[in-house]
């Protein structure tokens, strides 16, 4: 019996110290994406371009940055982009809300706390930056957050929307510019013929 007990010690230990040895960590998103392509999906190395809204050209650099992301993960699925022969336009919005859970992790807005909105990258919602405060006394726990990315991929031919995906994350990482790579992964999982529904994909990334 002793014996047994000091086996399920050695295994406990050893999870714990490959647990606290690990270099990855999951970015899990919750993925949900629709399309309509109107005849054959895109074929590889199909042409795109980029399409900013008024907000976006405002955000600049860091629209810049989402974007240079995003030309990296649509890559990989196969297009290719070449503004000038462009057979589709793809808008990227993404945005981090960062929300204050307040003392002992209590929040009296629906687990929520009294957050602030934080943009990353522009959309139609406009750039916005504030603060947040917690309520009561006690000890804050730490800032949550929360992210969105999405999607759509427009036919220049009809103008009309072929291709819209997005993805939904939330947890306590800060650095969203680590984060955004492995969800623009996860939004375009399954492309161009995504399953219906939603999913949850995990994507590793360096710790």
Known sequence: MKRAFAVILS????????????TVRVVDSDVTAFYNWNGPPPAPAT?????????????GSSQDHVEGLARTALAKVGMELNPPAARYSVQITANTQIVDRG?????????FGFGSGVFVGGGSRGASVGLSFPIGGGIAEPPYFKRELSIVMRDLRTNQVSFETRALHDGVWGDTLAVLPAMLDSALRGFPQPPPGTRRINVEIPR
């Open 47 to 59: 042409p795109y371009r980029f399409e900013r809204l008024p907000s976006q050209q405002a955000a």
């Open 11 to 22: 295994i406990a230990a050893m999870a714990l110290l490959m647990a606290g040895c690990s």
């Open 103 to 111: 003392p002992y992790g209590y929040s009296p807005y629906g687990g």
